[in-house]
């Protein structure tokens, strides 16, 4: 199975390697990561630099194509060259997948017109804008079309495909493998749970902080 | 806040990913993903390949120092300069941190020497081998040295880890940041949840998964 994850600069790299990790372990994988040009794209952090070992040019066409969001994703959105490989991408896929803002992008590229999608909690609202149906959920299955909420959701959402591509059993040993067996110290991992005041918070920090990522990436 | 991730060929990319999406969100954190030289390292699956952007050299202090794991662990721990340079690491940081195999490694080093840690299921009687008494738990503190279990425990850990560092509240909201809310979608991520027969297949199969990834990537 071809799963082909789209990288760019000023993505967030946990919502690219986290469905990785999981997708990688079913048998016959075979996962690309493909960037605009062959060659590193730098993370939002600007710490982190991953190879992008293909070009769009050279994977036209994939089982599972997967779209990462972040800060970056402005761009993406406005690269109608991305965008029209990622339409072509979705035509011949067995699922198109985002996590985080990736929605977003799928978004602009024309794919959830009239389908429910999720994103990250603090961009919920811009779905509509692309004709999908905002749903607050881990993850949102539309026909073959998989939209994860933010960052982490990607491990969730993948192990779902996981299941719904070799079965519950494969599934669950993947899961075990990578213990993932969350205990997070918080119970603050989404907008429902934490302190109302801390939501505010981080909504009225969050553009800032990615403004000032992107600007360190330059251009 | 200097943090320094040790990156190697043969690593699980989501051990080092999970810590520094975390940890690369305290206020002047500057986080480096260190190799034994500059340059590439690539992942355990050989899909993917990060960018160690500084070699050891170049980095002879930090305030948190972490060490990710995977199959390529083994070369690692034979591997003096490596040892001798997280022996110094350990010297003068504030915190030592290591995710699933990643404590056999400080292990290696000598670090654990009399200290409870934990590690993989799959790994934790090796643990002994090193002096440390090893501790079924999502990640142990001990003194300075935080370990975690496998794969996907250095997100709860880091997040810990940022608790101790920044104070609660600011670990909350990166939580929130990262939208960690996990919702697996199977009760089988440890082996005291997952059904007996699962993991013993998992058990049985790993070791010649890591083998056969280690092959492929070639020495």
């Known amino acids: 199975m071809k799963i082909a994850i789209l990288i760019y600069d000023g993505m967030t790299a946990l919502d690219a390697v986290g469905?990785?990790?999981?997708?990688?372990?079913?048998?016959?994988?075979?996962?690309?990561f493909v960037g605009r040009r062959q060659g590193l794209v730098t993370c939002d952090t600007g710490a982190l630099k991953l190879l992008a070992e293909k070009s769009i040019d050279e994977v036209p066409l994939a089982d599972v194509v997967l779209v990462p969001g972040g800060p970056g994703d402005e761009r993406v959105r406005a690269d109608e060259r991305l965008l029209s490989w990622l339409r072509a991408m979705h035509a011949g896929s067995r699922w198109t997948a985002s996590v985080c803002?990736?929605?977003?992008?799928?978004?602009?590229?024309?794919?959830?017109?009239?389908?429910?999608?999720?994103?990250?909690?603090?961009?919920?609202?811009?779905l509509a804008e692309y004709g999908a149906k905002p749903v607050a959920a881990r993850f949102v299955e539309a026909g073959k079309v998989i939209t994860a909420a933010g960052v982490s959701a990607?491990?969730?959402?993948?192990?779902?495909?996981?299941?719904?591509?070799?079965?519950?059993?494969?599934?669950?040993?993947?899961?075990?493998?990578?213990?993932?067996?969350?205990?997070?110290?918080?119970?603050?991992?989404?907008p429902d749970k934490a302190p109302e005041a801390l939501v505010e918070a981080v909504g009225g920090a969050f553009d800032g902080i990615m403004a000032e990522r992107m600007a360190k990436l330059g251009s």
């Open 154 to 190: 990607g491990i969730d959402m993948a192990l779902h495909l996981a299941a719904r591509e070799a079965g519950e059993r494969v599934a669950q040993a993947i899961q075990l493998s990578l213990e993932y067996d969350p205990q997070p110290p918080f119970a603050s991992g989404s």
């Open 101 to 126: 803002t990736g929605s977003l992008i799928l978004g602009a590229a024309g794919v959830l017109e009239g389908l429910e999608a999720t994103t990250h909690w603090l961009r919920l609202d811009a």
């Open 19 to 32: 469905p990785y990790e999981v997708l990688a372990q079913l048998r016959g994988a075979e996962v690309s």
